[in-house]
């Protein structure tokens, strides 16, 4: 009876020592999960921060091609300008020879 007694307190013996060994296996995953969520939620907070700063350069990528386009128009309108006012200089350098010929 005693011997069976002895068995029994050391397969109870024995449980409690596993049952101390997942209980210390549980909390270090524990820990290690709780450092891996923080983790996670730090590159959370960089991936919306970069994504704010992709939008704004994209939306400042539009704005600076809309004003490439008007100044691209602007630039077009000008040269078309001076080659009419080239146009019109000929013509005066022209109606001034003619004039200076006929006197």
Do not use: C, P, W, Y
């Amino acid at each position: 009876d005693s011997n069976r007694n002895e068995g029994e307190l050391s397969i109870q013996n024995g449980l409690k020592d596993q049952l101390k060994e997942k209980t210390s296996e549980n909390q270090a995953l524990s820990t290690m999960l709780e450092k891996q969520h923080k983790r996670i939620l730090e590159l959370s907070l960089e991936v919306k921060d970069e994504t704010l700063k992709s939008s704004k350069l994209n939306t400042d990528l539009h704005s600076l091609q809309q004003k490439k386009k008007h100044l691209e128009k602007t630039f077009s309108s000008l040269e078309k300008k001076h080659a009419d006012a080239m146009d019109s200089l000929k013509l005066v350098k022209q109606e001034k020879l003619k004039l200076s010929a006929e006197m």
